[in-house]
């Protein structure tokens, strides 16, 4: 079954960087693009950025824009977001997701989130 597993969250201070990293399995990754969401508490899930199959395109949120950035690696079924100068209002749950082709319609996929905690 489709599996999306994050990690590389945890607690920065302000102006720093983390990486995370999303480990796809139970689908063919190359063929899809993928997501990255964020939720802060009281709010609603938001789209940080996402990432064409072959990476060849990417595109963020205006929040993110410029600070954060999404790459993939086919050969390890897994995608990435870089986060750099990040700021209090970075501080969320991020999520991985995918809509992947299952027989005739599509399922939307999720891993079960990371904690990103900007915070000195």
């Known amino acids: 079954q489709v599996q999306l597993v994050e990690s590389g969250g945890g607690l920065v201070q302000p102006g720093g960087s983390l990486r995370l990293s999303c480990a796809a399995s139970?689908?063919?990754?190359?063929?899809?693009?993928m997501n990255w969401y964020r939720q802060a508490p009281g709010k609603e899930r938001e789209l940080v950025a996402a990432?064409?199959?072959?990476?060849?395109?990417?595109r963020y949120a205006d929040s993110v824009l410029g600070r954060f950035t999404a790459s993939r690696d086919n050969a390890k079924n897994t995608v990435y977001l870089q986060m750099n100068s990040l700021k209090p209002e970075d501080t969320a749950v991020y999520y991985c997701?995918?809509?992947?082709?299952?027989?005739?319609?599509?399922?939307?996929?999720w891993g079960q989130g990371t904690q990103v905690t900007v915070s000195s």
């Open positions: 139970g689908f063919t990754f190359s063929m899809y693009g």
């Open positions: 990432i064409t199959r072959v990476a060849g395109s990417t």
């Open positions: 997701n995918t809509a992947v082709v299952v027989g005739r319609g599509v399922v939307d996929y």
